[in-house]
């Protein structure tokens, strides 16, 4: 299936589903929030975290049970079934009541989830809230991986370039993980992201030029946790102050848009014909 920009998400659900396995976990936003799909998910044997969308009523079962407090607020569980059918599906139902609303205002989240009830309401409830790391990341995949090819006319290109960048992302997750591992949470939250890919940037051809194949070889363990061990023996051996970040002044306010304002954007691939 070939999507272009002016495609919804849902539109890619059948391609997730061919690409799970067993016990497999989704945490999606509530755009992915439909019958079909969670159902979809828990006959391929996995399992889901994904916010409740308003245009699934669904049916609650049951009272409403205060199951404790997480950093943002209140956490309540409930059943609920999907629909009124005799052999719908029954979830858990996850509501977080927050101390501070959302920036869309919302002043309580609810969740759906498949997970079994050996996961507490709260894991569930901090599972979701991690979930905006995959939105800033695109932001990291722009502004310090350099994800998007400046001109249109080779979408061949741009997908091999997000690619990459997306492959430089997960090494990217792999070292702020090893340096959670080592250092002070605080230290490492810091840390300037655009400072450590620069740095990464700059040492990388001298590396390979100095360092031959067969050093390296020798250098990489062989298992999983070996190389779990190296990696946080070297983080171990870094100064993040040379990477905290700058501090910025105040925003200037955004002019007025003037150009454009009627949102007549075109879809790429549409005016290429591909979609």
């Known amino acids: 299936m070939l999507l272009d920009g002016h495609s919804q998400e849902s539109n890619c659900c ?9 016990n497999d976990v989704i945490i999606a936003d509530q755009q992915y929030c439909i019958v079909s799909f969670l159902e979809k998910i828990a006959i391929a044997e996995s399992l889901f975290v994904i916010r409740h969308h308003g245009r699934l009523k669904g049916i609650l079962h049951g009272k409403r049970r205060r199951i404790g407090r997480i950093d ?8 609920m079934k999907l629909s009124d059918h005799d052999d719908a599906m029954v979830v858990r ?5 927050l101390d501070e609303p959302t920036r869309d205002r919302d002043h309580e989240i609810h969740v759906l989830s498949n997970l079994p ?28 991986l350099t994800c998007e090819q400046p001109g249109i006319g080779h979408p061949q290109a741009a997908t091999f370039l ?3 960048s997306l492959l430089a992302f997960n090494l990217r997750q792999t070292i702020f993980a090893t340096l959670f591992a080592t250092h002070e949470e605080e ?9 450590i890919s620069k740095n990464v940037s700059d040492n990388t051809e001298g590396m390979l030029i100095a360092i031959t194949p067969d050093a390296w070889a020798n250098l990489i363990p062989t298992t999983i946790k070996g190389i779990a061990t190296q990696l946080k023996k070297i983080a171990q051996g870094i100064d993040l102050r040379e ?4 501090s910025r002044g105040r925003k200037k306010k955004k002019p007025v848009r003037t150009g454009n304002a009627g949102g007549s954007h075109l879809s790429t691939a549409k005016l290429l014909g591909l979609a």
């Open 243 to 246: 990477y905290t970040r700058s």
């Open 14 to 22: 059948d391609q997730i589903i061919d690409e799970l396995v067993a």
């Open 117 to 144: 009830d050996e996961v507490s309401a709260k894991r569930i409830a901090e599972l979701y809230r991690h979930r905006w790391e995959e939105e800033t990341a695109f932001n990291v995949l722009q502004m310090t």
């Open 187 to 195: 230290d490492v939250l810091e840390s300037s992201h655009f400072y």
């Open 93 to 97: 139902r996850i509501t977080v009541e």
């Open 72 to 79: 943002t607020g209140v956490v309540y569980e409930q059943q």
């Open 162 to 164: 997000f690619c990459m």
